[in-house]
C-alpha cells in the first residue's frame, strides 16, 4: 500500500515528465500532488501494479480504509451514454457494421447503450477485470469477459475506455500500448473529467483514492492523445453531477446523517455544474 509522504522531488510527472511538484491533497492514507509545470494531479506513492491489478479484480482497494467500488447496473447510465452517442454519431448510420471494444465496461451500461443505440448493427463486447462486475453485465445478456490485452491480437474500429484513465497508473504508456487494439484510421472514445484546474478547495470530494491514480485536464489529454499519433474528432463536456429526484432525496439523507458523503455541498457551490466531465473522439492520424 502507498500513502507514504516522500520526498516529491523524486517523483515524475507522467505528463511532462517533471519532477517538480506541491502538495494538493490527502485521502485515505494517500496523498495527491500537483506538478507545477503542466498541472497535472497524481497519487505520489500509489499502490503496486500487483496490489492495483488485485484490487480492480475484487472492486476493494486498500487504504486507512478499504474501499469498494463494485456498485451496481444504472439505467439511468445506460440512456445518458445513449444520447451523448447521438452527440458524437449522430443517428448513428456511420457506425453500422463497426466492430467495438469498450476496456473497463464496469456493469455492461455502455455496452447496453451501443445496443439500444446501433439497433443491434454494432459488434460490440466488453472486458471488464472485475469479477462481479462480469457477472452482472453477463446476466443482462451482454458480451463481456476479461483478456489479457496486451497479448490480445484482435483488432476493432472503435475502442472505448470511459472514466478509466484516471485509474491507471500509467496513461500515456497504455495509450500507447492500445493504439495495436485499432484497425486503420480507428478511433479512441475516451471519457474522463476536466478537474485538474480546480483549486484544491474547490475539487468534487471523496477522490477515492487510490482507486482514482490521476486527474488530468483538457490540455493534458490531448495533448497526450496527439503525441500519441491521434488528431481530434470531437470533444465535449456535460455536467459532472446528474442527478435525478430520487437521487437527490438520497443525497440529502446522506448530507444529515454522520459518517456518509453527500454531494450537495458541492451542488451548493454550484462547482458541479461546471463543464467537467469530458468525452473526446480521437482518430489514428494516417
Known amino acids: 500500500m502507498g500513502g507514504n509522504i516522500r520526498d516529491t522531488m523524486l517523483i515524475k510527472c507522467y505528463n511532462c515528465g517533471s519532477h517538480d511538484n506541491r502538495f494538493y491533497a490527502s485521502e485515505n492514507g494517500f496523498t495527491l500532488v500537483k506538478c507545477k509545470e503542466c498541472g497535472l494531479l497524481f497519487v505520489d506513492d500509489p499502490p503496486s501494479d500487483q496490489e492495483i491489478m488485485h484490487a480492480h479484480s475484487e472492486g476493494i482497494h486498500g487504504g486507512l480504509e478499504e474501499l469498494k467500488v463494485t456498485g451496481s447496473f444504472s439505467d439511468m447510465k445506460v440512456k445518458r451514454y445513449a444520447n451523448i452517442l447521438e452527440d458524437f454519431f449522430g443517428n448513428g448510420e456511420s457506425l453500422n457494421g463497426k466492430t467495438w471494444l469498450d476496456i473497463g465496461c464496469g456493469h455492461g451500461e455502455f455496452l447496453a447503450a451501443l445496443e439500444k443505440f446501433g439497433r443491434g448493427s454494432i459488434a ?110 470531437s470533444l465535449k463536456k456535460y455536467p459532472f453531477l446528474q442527478l435525478t429526484l430520487k437521487a437527490l432525496v438520497k443525497d440529502l439523507i446522506k448530507a444529515l446523517l454522520p459518517n456518509y458523503t453527500s454531494q450537495l455541498k458541492w451542488l451548493l457551490k454550484g462547482k458541479l455544474y461546471r463543464q467537467a466531465d469530458m468525452f473526446i473522439r480521437a482518430r489514428l492520424k494516417s
Open 124 to 233: 460490440a463486447k466488453g472486458i471488464e477485470p472485475n469479477v462481479y462486475k462480469q457477472k452482472s453485465a453477463k446476466e443482462k445478456g451482454l458480451d463481456v469477459s476479461y483478456l489479457d490485452l496486451n497479448s490480445h491480437d484482435g483488432t476493432y474500429d472503435i475502442v472505448s475506455f470511459l472514466n478509466v484513465y484516471s485509474h491507471l497508473p500509467d496513461p500515456p504508456a497504455t495509450i500507447l500500448s492500445w493504439k495495436s487494439l485499432l484497425t486503420p484510421h480507428g478511433e479512441f472514445f475516451l471519457q474522463t473529467g476536466d478537474t485538474a484546474d480546480f483549486e484544491s478547495k474547490d475539487h468534487f470530494r471523496p477522490f477515492y483514492l487510490p482507486d482514482h491514480l490521476s486527474f488530468a485536464s483538457e490540455k493534458i489529454v490531448v495533448n497526450i492523445l496527439e503525441r500519441s499519433g491521434f488528431e481530434i474528432v
